[in-house]
Structure formats: C-alpha cells, structure tokens
C-alpha cells in the first residue's frame, strides 16, 4: 500500500451544490488558507488518506470529464478554479439524474506528497446540527432548539465519499485512491456505487492492504467456525498465522496449509477452499501490507467463553514472564496473567 505521510495543501476551492436550487452555486475565488481552516483542512485529508476504506483504482479507458479535468490541472493547463467549477457542475448534473442525491459542498483540494501532486475532490455532506432561535412574543423572549442542514463535517468525523488522482503515467499501477461509503437506502435509491461508476468513471482494483487484510479475516474466520471448543489447536493457528505475516514478504495460503495442518490432509484442504471461498486469491502468493500487520498486531484482543474481554499490547503477549498459554491437553487451554503487582476496576 502506497501510504502518504507527507502532505501540504497548495490550494482548495468550495462549491455549494444545494438540490433545492437550480443550479450549483459556483466560487470565484479560492479558500483563504489562514492557520485555522488550513488545519482543518489538513486533518480531513490525513484522515481520508488513512481511512481503511480507501481502495486503489484505474481509470475506465472510455473519454471521462474527471479524468480529463484532472488531468489539466495536474499537467498545468488549466487553474484550480475552472477546474473546480466543472468538476462542481458535472457532480451537480448527476445529483439530480440520480433523484436528489443529498446537497454538499464539493471541496477540490489540490495537495503535493512524496509520491507526488495529487488532486483531491471531496463530497462533503450536511451534518445535522441543532442551534437556537430567539423570538420575541408579546414583548417577550422566547428561546427554541431549530435544526439546521449546513454544517460540515467536523474533522474528527470521516468523509464518505472523496477521491485523491494522480497525474498519469504509463507505469503506474493505480490512478487514483477512492473513497465511496454507501449505506444500504442510498444505494436503493441512487444506484450502486455512483460516485465510483458515474462520477469518476474509474474501477477498485486490490491493493496489498486489502488482500492482507481480506486473507487475515478469512483465516481468523475459519479458525472461529471450524476450531470452535478446541481452543488449544486455534491457539496454536493464529500463533503461526502472525509468525508468518511479521517474517514473510508474501503468503502462500497452500505451502500455509501443509505448516498449519501436518499430515492432516483433509484439514489443509477444508483450509484452502475457506480461505479461497472467502474471496481471496490462492493461486500464487499474497503480498503482506507490513505496515497494516504491525498496526494489526500492536494489540492483542481476546474474548474469552464469550464473557471475558483481555486486551494486551504485543510485547505483554510475547511475554512469557507475564503472559502464558498452558495446553491441557483436551483442547482447552489455561491463560495466565503472571506477577501482577497492581491492577484497578473499571
């Protein structure tokens, strides 16, 4: 997974795209970076550039305005603030060919990293927020709570659809890196994955952090459903499954099965065909997002006979001084907690 770590915002410009107006409500000037907006500015595109929601994707090869107004700014023809407002007109068009996608404020934001410059385009939906209203009745004050429909998200809170492009180049593996959350009535209502397959134009391919990730859920998945009251052998899985993927630069779920499952050849293959049936790839091998793996495992989390929550860092897992799993011998295991000196409830 290409991480960005480095970013600075060059500049940004904000259209109001409102369902209840006849047409998009165009900027003519680019947001004034002071200190305050420029963090909150900031910290929503760190946070979107490490949702782990955020997925690889290419470019459909048929003409696409997104791509080509990108493009332009990107390369230097075009200025932020002409490409902005087409890129505001184009997502306007389809909020109201979808039947009243919800009204935002389309920020375009154009950043530089250490992979490059990047043009970021973000859909930002109204918060409902509440304020109040004073009235003054009979010459008197009245004081009520009113909703209001125009907040922005707060920085703390996650972006729900957004796209970060790059400028072309014929070796690169993706084009651009894809948000697009949708909860279950929006994709009745407006078409599955407009944002993706309407707007940018562009395809999800996998990038190393989701096979990792997708191949780790469907190893702990079968461990859950198919080792079930034999918590010795599912200790022992999950013990070798984190081995490999701290040592190894690649999986190979099929060499994995024979380690896993010695002379157990009908348990290696039950392993192979859940791991695959789960939708991961098993022929060759999976390359392992190293960083995604020590985020993962910075934290051990157990829940225990389904009434007993422990959470422990790593380092206290590996810790045979503090921590240890005893094999009984019957499938069960005793886990002990060693040498506690101090502990407080909660």
């Not at 306007?92 to 920020?107: A, E, H, Q, T, Y």
């Not at 859920?217 to 993927?245: G, H, M, S, Y």
């Not at 290696?268 to 859940?274: A, S």
Request: net charge negative.
């Amino acid at each position: 997974m290409e991480y960005i770590k480095e970013i600075h915002i060059n500049e940004a410009v904000l259209h109001v795209l409102d369902n209840n107006s006849g047409e998009p409500l165009l900027n003519e000037y680019t947001i004034e970076l002071n200190e305050e907006i420029y963090k909150f500015l900031l910290r929503h595109v760190e946070r979107c550039l490490k949702d782990e929601e955020l997925k690889y994707a290419v470019f459909n090869e048929e003409r696409n305005i997104v791509k080509d107004l990108s493009q332009e700014y990107l390369s230097g023809e075009n200025d932020l603030l002409e490409v902005s407002k087409e890129l505001a007109r184009q997502m306007f068009v389809l909020m109201r060919s979808k039947g009243n996608i919800p009204s935002c404020d389309l920020l375009v934001i154009s950043i530089s990293t250490e992979h490059g410059p990047m043009l970021g385009i973000m859909k930002m939906d109204y918060i409902k927020n509440y304020t109040h209203s004073i009235d003054f009745v009979e010459e008197k004050i009245g004081i009520n709570i009113v909703p209001q429909f125009t907040g922005l998200p707060a920085s703390s809170q996650k972006i729900q659809k957004c796209a970060f492009i790059k400028l072309l180049n014929s070796e690169q593996k993706f084009n651009l890196m894809v948000i697009d959350k949708s909860n279950n009535k929006e994709k009745e209502e407006y078409g599955s994955n407009y944002f993706i397959n309407s707007y940018l134009g562009c395809s999800i391919i996998d990038n190393e952090r989701d096979m990792t990730k997708a191949f780790v859920n469907a190893a702990e998945n079968f461990t859950r459903n198919k080792l079930k009251e034999n918590a010795d052998t599912q200790e022992i899985v999950r013990t070798a499954i984190k081995k490999k993927l701290k040592e190894e630069e690649h999986i190979d779920v099929k060499a994995l099965s024979e380690d896993l499952f010695k002379n157990q050849y009908e348990a290696q293959q039950d392993f192979i065909e859940y791991v695959s049936s789960s939708g991961v790839e098993i022929e060759g091998k999976i390359p392992v997002d190293k960083e995604w793996v020590s985020k993962k495992l910075k934290r051990v989390r157990l829940k225990i006979d389904s009434d007993i929550d422990l959470y422990l860092k790593e380092e206290t897992y590996d810790d045979r001084s503090r921590f240890e799993i005893q094999r009984n011998g019957d499938g069960s295991i005793n886990i002990i907690l060693k040498h506690v000196m101090n502990y407080i409830e909660k």
